[in-house]
T-cell receptor, first 115, second 116 residues
Framework: QKEVEQNSGPLSVPEGAIASLNCTYSDRVSQSFFWYRQYSGKSPELIMSIYSNGDKEDGRFTAQLNKASQYVSLLIRDSQPSDSATYLCAVNMRGEDTGRRALTFGSGTRLQVQP | GAVVSQHPSWVICKSGTSVKIECRSLDFQATTMFWYRQFPKQSLMLMATSNEGSKATYEQGVEKDKFLINHASLTLSTLTVTSAHPEDSSFYIC????????????FGPGTRLTVL
């Protein structure tokens, strides 16, 4: 079964520190990777997408992808209390039952930024 | 851009009734929409994939006769929970992809269903 694995946390970091969120995936041919942020009681919000090996930076966020290791990460610099949320890693995979590509989500990592 | 709306945002109904949830892409055409369900403190679970003008594809374990999906246009998909029961109480979220792109998904704000 194709999977996306994340540490459930909580990951606790002090305000201003760098938060590092990690994700591994099982489908070796996946080409699209996403990070979503989900506040409690709300729907997910897309914050980063990455398609090529290496780093992609957007403001305080940096996504890192290593396809050989089947590993994707998200770094949040200068963490703020408002960053406290659950971060979902999503990988575009082909479903074994349907044969169609769809996002497979990890269970999410809960981040707590301490003021 | 890439805004998805859902209506209603919350609904409370009696057991045995049917509830319809609408998902709209407001500023783009979405040939594919997805319906998810999320129980408290659990991850998103894909229920079905909806393509405009064709039948939805349901994930294993999801009853297609209970969760009716209609994708009548490039901007509207509906999910009807038929004969709802308390165990159907959940957070239902739709998402949509830009036409021709099977990658980025943009989520609606979700609908919280409570069945009494």
């Amino acid at each position: 079964q194709k999977e996306v694995e994340q540490n459930s946390g909580p990951l606790s970091v002090p305000e201003g520190a760098i938060a590092s969120l990690n994700c591994t995936y099982s489908d070796r041919v996946s080409q699209s990777f996403f990070w979503y942020r989900q506040y409690s009681g709300k729907s997910p919000e897309l914050i980063m997408s990455i398609y090529s090996n290496g780093d992609k930076e957007d403001g305080r966020f940096t996504a890192q992808l290593n396809k050989a290791s089947q590993y994707v990460s998200l770094l949040i610099r200068d963490s703020q209390p408002s960053d406290s949320a659950t971060y979902l890693c999503a990988v575009n995979m082909r479903g074994e039952d349907t044969g169609r590509r769809a996002l497979t989500f990890g269970s999410g990592t809960r981040l707590q930024v301490q003021p | 851009g890439a805004v998805v709306s859902q209506h209603p945002s919350w609904v409370i109904c009696k057991s045995g009734t049917s509830v319809k949830i609408e998902c709209r892409s407001l500023d783009f055409q979405a040939t594919t929409m997805f319906w998810y369900r999320q129980f408290p403190k659990q991850s998103l679970m894909l229920m079905a994939t909806s393509n405009e003008g064709s039948k939805a594809t349901y994930e294993q374990g999801v009853e297609k006769d209970k969760f009716l999906i209609n994708h009548a246009s490039l901007t509207l998909s509906t999910l009807t929970v038929t004969s709802a029961h308390p165990e159907d109480s959940s957070f239902y979220i739709c998402s949509a992809t830009v036409a021709g792109d099977y990658n980025e998904q943009f989520f609606g704000p979700g609908t919280r269903l409570t069945v009494l």
